[in-house]
């Protein structure tokens, strides 16, 4: 069954430095997402992305992050200048929209667990 | 804007038994998408079960199953004969028109011999 894969699967970076997170979506797929986890709470969107613009994004969403699709398979998320509470589970995810059947049902890879030292 | 709500942080059950997990939600559309996710210890995000508004049919996947009341913006989730593996927290979830996602708090379930 094809799937979202990320990497890292964990990463400790020290606060300040940049992160760039990788996910290679399904490949069929044309609707890109971010989402973050912080410990013990819920899933929260950060953003979207759908033929190579950002088509929403979240207010957590702000000038530190970026996102990029630099080739036809992956997409990344960039941190900027990193804090201590960027410390997260970071959930890549697409999806495929088409009339009927399985649309708008949205796949999630692993998680890239970020701790911010 | 659309918002999700599981009212039930921690659910307990026997192993073999039934348990269902509540959710309520509130939006304007009436062309929408709902989902219920399994996050294992592993933390990664599994869907189990997916719900499309306009379907008066519930779904089911099997020991999996849904009570969709649309009226009543109602989305439970139904675990039959639950097995020690089922045990995880999950997570309601709402799509419409904007696509992205908006979860609820999540249910912790616990299953004990």
């Known amino acids: 069954e094809p799937e979202v894969t990320q990497t890292p699967s964990h990463q400790v970076t020290q606060m300040g430095q940049e992160v760039i997170l990788r996910c290679v979506p399904i490949?069929?797929?044309?609707?890109f997402y971010w989402y973050r986890q912080i410990l013990g709470q819920k899933v929260e969107f950060l953003v979207s992305?759908?033929?190579?613009?950002?088509?929403?994004k979240s207010e957590i969403f702000d000038d530190q992050f970026s996102v990029e699709r630099p080739d036809g398979s992956n997409f990344t998320l960039k941190i900027r200048s990193t804090k201590l509470e960027d410390s997260a589970m970071y959930f890549c995810?697409?999806?495929?929209?088409?009339?009927?059947?399985?649309?708008?049902?949205?796949?999630f890879g692993e998680g890239s667990w970020l701790t911010v030292v | 804007a659309q918002t999700v709500t599981q009212s039930q942080p921690e659910m307990s059950v026997q192993e073999a038994e039934t348990v269902t997990l509540s959710c309520t939600y509130d939006?304007?559309?009436?062309?929408?998408?709902l989902f219920w996710y399994k996050q294992p210890p592993s933390r990664q995000m599994i869907l189990v079960i997916r719900?499309?508004?306009?379907?008066?049919q519930n779904a089911t996947e099997n020991r999996f199953s849904v009570n969709f009341q649309k009226a009543a913006k109602s989305f439970s989730l139904k675990i039959s004969d639950s097995q020690l593996g089922d045990a995880a927290m999950y997570f309601c979830?709402?799509?419409?028109?904007?696509?992205?996602?908006?979860f609820g708090t999540g249910t912790r379930l616990q299953v004990t011999l």
């Open positions: 995810a697409s999806s495929e929209r088409v009339i009927g059947g399985l649309r708008n049902t949205i796949y």
């Open positions: 490949s069929n797929h044309l609707y």
């Open positions: 992305f759908y033929n190579n613009e950002i088509s929403e």
């Open positions: 939006t304007s559309e009436s062309d929408y998408y």
């Open positions: 719900q499309e508004a306009y379907k008066q």
């Open positions: 979830a709402y799509t419409g028109t904007a696509s992205k996602l908006t």
